[in-house]
């Protein structure tokens, strides 16, 4: 009995530390989604690449290219209709990476977001948007996958 008040313990002050870490940084991609629903793409992107003052300076053709792109690439597939988070991995305490699923009238994207925490509050680290997940969605459907 002891062990289980232990462990239970244990499970209920490990989980409240990564709270705040984990609702500071899904409002930071709900803030996005808002944002982009709202003002469009290139100004939602504007304010995540902004969370970071090293990546915006550093990086601001790549960031250019990638407003631009994806902006072309959803003016072709319908309406806004919404996302989810469909999947997110903690690494430590400062690294958070979510997969998020945009979905359009007429075909979803996925956007990949890699959130850092160096101090204090959570910047934009990396992201990323792609069409092509679909093959990776058949690819663990085959067969040699089930165990």
């Known amino acids: 009995m002891k062990h289980l008040i232990v462990?239970?313990?244990l499970l209920l002050t490990t989980s409240?530390?990564?709270k705040p870490t984990n609702l500071e940084s899904e409002?930071?991609?709900?803030?996005?989604f808002d944002t982009?629903?709202?003002?469009?793409?290139?100004?939602?992107?504007?304010?995540?690449f902004a969370t970071n003052v090293y990546f915006s300076m550093m990086h601001?053709?790549?960031?250019?290219?990638?407003?631009?792109?994806l902006t072309s690439y959803t003016d072709s597939i319908g309406k806004y209709?919404?996302?989810?988070?469909?999947?997110?991995r903690i690494i430590g305490k400062s690294l958070i990476?979510?997969?998020?699923?945009?979905?359009?009238?007429?075909?979803?994207i996925r956007f990949q977001f890699t959130l850092y925490k160096p101090k204090d509050k959570w910047l934009l680290y990396n992201f990323q948007f792609s069409?092509?997940?679909?093959?990776e969605l058949d690819e663990s459907a085959k067969f040699y996958y089930i165990e």
């Open 7 to 9: 462990l239970s313990f």
């Open 16 to 18: 409240g530390q990564n």
């Open 27 to 32: 409002k930071l991609i709900e803030s996005f």
């Open 36 to 48: 982009y629903k709202n003002k469009g793409v290139k100004m939602a992107l504007n304010e995540i």
């Open 60 to 69: 601001s053709n790549t960031t250019d290219e990638v407003k631009n792109r």
């Open 81 to 88: 209709c919404g996302y989810e988070i469909v999947s997110k």
């Open 97 to 108: 990476h979510y997969s998020c699923i945009v979905n359009y009238e007429v075909q979803p």
């Open 131 to 135: 069409t092509d997940f679909m093959d």
